[in-house]
């Protein structure tokens, strides 16, 4: 990218209903799950710890993530903006689909990465679009901030902020509950 990246920390939300029932969101929504909140919690006590000061927290504007923001910059005194640029994929005809539905339906789809295969739904965003909005966001970036997004979304960000190619999404580690800090290049996995 070339751009210096500011000091990060990013969060995926918590666990959701449809998280549970293996349903795919993307742009829909799904209430959090006790545990979800749960996880938010988590994760605002894990930053109460280690951020240097009253650090912006960005979040996807989408109600799940917003939830888990919330519970994060109310609970830390920091202010909060949606940011749209932080929307998990767009999955066009598979919103609101069971994956073992869309792997009955067409199973040479969803191939062996667990990720990339998302790519791939009917009418949905490509790897190169959600790049461009990733690369757009960072490059706003005034200083250290706190993200808080999505699952595939926060894989292809980290990519990013890391040099490495998207397309290795699979290879970084996920988890809701937990904080990946990024600073200098290298990342460390909170929880």
């Given at each position: 990218m070339g751009l210096q990246i500011p000091e990060l920390w990013i969060l995926r939300h918590g666990e959701t209903e449809w998280n549970v029932a293996g349903r795919l969101q993307g742009h829909l929504d799904s209430p959090l799950t006790e545990t979800g909140l749960a996880q938010a919690r988590a994760q605002r006590d894990i930053l109460a710890r280690i951020l240097p000061g009253?650090?912006?927290?960005?979040?996807?504007?989408?109600?799940?993530?917003?939830?888990?923001?919330?519970?994060?910059?109310?609970?830390?005194?920091?202010?909060?903006?949606?940011?749209?640029?932080?929307?998990?994929?767009?999955?066009?005809?598979?919103?609101?689909?069971?994956?073992?539905?869309?792997?009955?339906?067409?199973?040479?789809?969803?191939g062996d990465d667990p990720h990339l295969w998302k790519f791939a739904a009917p009418g949905g965003e490509s790897m190169e679009a959600m790049v461009a909005r990733l690369d757009a966001l960072l490059a706003r970036l005034e200083g250290p901030t706190?993200?808080?997004?999505?699952?595939?979304?926060?894989?292809?960000?980290?990519?990013?902020?890391?040099?490495?190619?998207?397309?290795?999404?699979?290879?970084?580690?996920?988890?809701?509950?937990v904080v990946h800090h990024l600073r200098d290049g290298r990342a460390r996995l909170l929880g």
């Open positions: 009253r650090v912006p927290v960005l979040s996807s504007p989408s109600g799940r993530a917003w939830r888990c923001a919330r519970i994060i910059a109310e609970g830390l005194d920091l202010p909060l903006s949606a940011e749209a640029a932080l929307r998990e994929i767009d999955i066009g005809a598979w919103h609101g689909r069971r994956i073992e539905e869309i792997r009955a339906a067409d199973p040479a789809r969803i706190v993200l808080v997004t999505h699952g595939v979304t926060s894989r292809v960000l980290r990519c990013l902020v890391l040099g490495r190619p998207p397309e290795e999404l699979a290879q970084l580690p996920g988890g809701q509950g």
